[in-house]
């Protein structure tokens, strides 16, 4: 969800949900126009997580809510609390916020379409990727970014495996899903 603020009330919007993405910008900031459009498209890419453009000289509270000293600047809010913040006028800014909104996408959709193609065809598919994947973490001119996506998507892989376990034992795909994140979620925590 895109939302270009109009009104100072950032930390409204960030109590309200557990993610938030901000691009701070001003009217008259080249880089903050060139990327707009990536944002809005990361935006639409990312339905359940709020993108919320904010005009840093109109909105000096929700200016506060992050240390911007450069435009543009890139925030990620996580629970309340700013957990990313990236401030450049390069294009890297793009490849560290997509890397960061890698990290807080929550692997639901993604493991359930991978559930639902074991289904369809075969297990044996996933584990053969999963095998291709572990293979090219042996290439050394991986780069940190590289290595962290592959991570993910082994994952959500084997996260698949398991839910699908758990449908073939007669769990609903509903109930195996958020019991697969419940174990994610608890071995975070502790």
Do not use: H
């Not at 109590?15 to 001003?26: L, S, T």
Request: charge should be negative; glycine fraction near 4%.
């Amino acid at each position: 969800m895109f939302k270009e603020l109009s009104e100072d009330n950032l930390a409204d919007i960030i109590a309200e949900n557990p993610k938030v993405i901000v691009q701070y910008m001003a009217t008259w900031c080249g880089n903050c126009r060139i990327m707009k459009p990536k944002f809005k498209k990361l935006a639409s890419e990312n339905e359940g997580i709020p993108f919320i453009l904010v005009d840093a000289e109109k909105f000096p509270n929700s200016r506060q809510l992050a240390d911007v000293d450069n435009l543009p600047t890139f925030a990620t809010f996580v629970d309340g609390k700013k957990v990313n913040q990236n401030q450049t006028n390069k294009f890297e800014l793009l490849k560290d916020l997509v890397n960061e909104i890698i990290k807080i996408t929550m692997k639901i959709p993604i493991i359930k379409n991978i559930s639902n193609f074991i289904e369809t065809n075969d297990e044996d598919y996933i584990i053969e990727a999963i095998e291709v994947l572990e293979n090219l973490t042996e290439v050394p001119s991986l780069k940190d970014e590289e290595l962290d996506v592959i991570g993910e998507l082994i994952s959500n892989m084997y996260g698949a495996i398991e839910v699908q376990k758990e449908v073939k034992k007669g769990v609903s795909q509903k109930d195996a899903l958020n019991g697969f994140m419940k174990r994610v979620l608890g071995s975070i925590d502790q």
